[in-house]
């Protein structure tokens, strides 16, 4: 039980936040046994994060990515193989006030979100559309990946 939780374990001399980073890591594997399970991106996870939607249809994938303040230059969307990767940078400038309190909360910063697809798609099929800070990407499901649907005939008697 230790070994999941680090910081539990008396005689270790690491950071209490590596077990949160351990725990966020153990939920990742979790989230692996599953289609569409996020991949851990490459950059840290301090700063800005894009929150996103998955929605899955017979015919398709969408995601929806929230991405408030942002250009359509600041990002770019990136299918390789079966993985759908979200990447770019949310840039913050502050102006510092010498006289007084000076608080900032809105968050900056490189991100990287990544999407196992559960088959492989076509990348000229795949559409992305950007509005009012919200993109929205479509994959359309080669057919071999659609559920075959075929009404049964009932017999009575």
């Not at 939780?5 to 939920?27: E, K, M, Q, W, Y």
């Not at 599953?34 to 490459?42: G, N």
């Not at 939607?53 to 994938?61: A, L, Y």
Request: aromatic share 6%.
């Amino acid at each position: 039980m230790n070994a999941l939780i680090p910081h539990l374990n008396r005689r270790s001399t690491l950071s209490p936040l590596r077990g949160v980073r351990s725990a966020d890591r153990l939920f990742d594997d979790l989230w692996r046994g599953f289609a569409l399970a996020p991949e851990r991106a490459m950059a840290p996870r301090a700063g800005f994060v894009p929150r996103v939607n998955v929605r899955e249809t017979e015919e398709e994938i969408v995601l929806t990515a929230e991405l408030p303040g942002l250009e359509e230059k600041d990002f770019e969307v990136v299918l390789e193989n079966d993985v759908l990767t979200l990447k770019g940078e949310k840039r913050s400038e502050h102006e510092v006030d010498e006289k007084g309190y000076h608080r900032v909360e809105i968050v900056s910063g490189r991100f990287e979100r990544r999407f196992a697809l559960p088959f492989e798609a076509d990348p000229d099929a795949v559409k992305a559309a950007y509005k009012n800070g919200v993109l929205s990407i479509t994959v359309p499901k080669p057919s071999e990946a659609r559920p075959e649907i075929r009404q049964i005939e009932i017999t009575t008697g």
